[in-house]
Nanobody, 116 residues
């Protein structure tokens, strides 16, 4: 069974850091591009970060550029999102997505709350 399980969310103060993890199983991880999305209450789900199947290319939404870093660990089928200088507007449920052509797999999400 295909599974993407996010972890690492929680409550953090503005300016703090958090590292999200996504554990992949049930598919050939190295064939899939990976992305992080997020969804705040009452808002559309939005793109956050992308990393290619090889890990050789990445891109970010303008709102998180220079603050977030996406990476992948091929040996352990893991994807990470390092989040620094967090802002209240980063508060959302963060989702991991795997894709290959038209195929898409989604995780169930992990809550990130940035608040004083």
């Amino acid at each position: 069974q295909v599974q993407l399980v996010e972890s690492g969310g929680g409550l953090v103060q503005p300016g703090g850091s958090l590292r999200l993890s996504c554990a992949a199983s049930g598919f050939t991880f190295s064939f899939y591009a990976m992305r992080w999305f997020r969804q705040a209450p009452g808002k559309e789900r939005e793109f956050v970060a992308y990393i290619s199947s090889s890990g050789g290319s990445s891109s970010y939404a303008d709102s998180v550029k220079d603050r977030f870093t996406i990476s992948r660990d091929k040996a352990n089928n893991m994807v990470y999102l390092q989040m620094n200088s967090l802002k209240p507007e980063d508060t959302a449920v963060y989702y991991c997505k795997a894709s290959r052509g038209t195929l898409e797999f989604w995780g169930q999400g992990t809550q990130v709350t940035v608040s004083s």
